[in-house]
């Protein structure tokens, strides 16, 4: 045997063992991620959510300009949402606050800082508009509530009060405490 099929033979012995070594010891070199309690563990940019009803028609839509997952607690956060409630394929109701907060489930959404109600306007209802904060809103049963200020404009008149349950599938608003109102007889 020559020396330079000795240094060849040599070079793939240590290779060999090298590689060996490398495929037993892998799992002491692979970097693992622990989930943050208190961090994200996934987000997603322009999220749009369409829920359908049990006939398979749209029964609310939540866009948002970002959304995040946070495992600590299973709850998603969500940027600047956007949400619309359809009545007969059409949407009924339109709703937009900072944030959001909702469980893993989606049974309750919590929108959360300013929030801004609007019903669209039908042959039947004239536009109304809402503004109050701190809403928690059950989108299944589209039921809505707040305990904060909730102020309420259609037309001519005002009407407000500190705190409110919405009910968008009868259009009936419920104003709990220190309702007052104004009502412009002109024009």
Request: charged share 25%; hydrophobic share 35%; net charge negative.
């Amino acid at each position: 045997m020559n020396g330079t099929r000795a240094a060849i033979l040599v070079g793939l012995i240590i290779c060999a063992t090298l590689t060996g070594w490398l495929l037993q010891n892998q799992d002491a070199y692979t970097s693992t991620t622990a989930i943050s309690e208190h961090g994200h563990d996934m987000f997603t940019r322009g999220m749009d959510l369409e829920v359908m009803n049990a006939v398979g028609t749209l029964h609310y839509r939540i866009k948002a300009d970002s959304m995040y997952h946070y495992p600590g607690d299973d709850h998603f956060q969500l940027t600047r949402p956007v949400m619309d409630i359809f009545r007969q394929a059409r949407p009924q109701w339109h709703i937009e606050s900072d944030t959001s907060r909702l469980a893993d489930s989606g049974a309750t959404i919590k929108l959360l800082g300013e929030v801004h109600i609007k019903r669209m306007e039908t042959e039947e209802d004239q536009e109304l508009v809402i503004h109050t904060r701190d809403l928690l809103v059950k989108p299944e049963k589209q039921l809505a509530e707040t305990e904060h200020r909730a102020v309420i404009e259609s037309g001519r008149y005002m009407i407000e009060g500190v705190g409110m349950r919405a009910d968008f599938t009868t259009n009936q608003l419920e104003l709990h405490s220190r309702v007052r109102g104004r009502f412009d007889v002109s024009g």
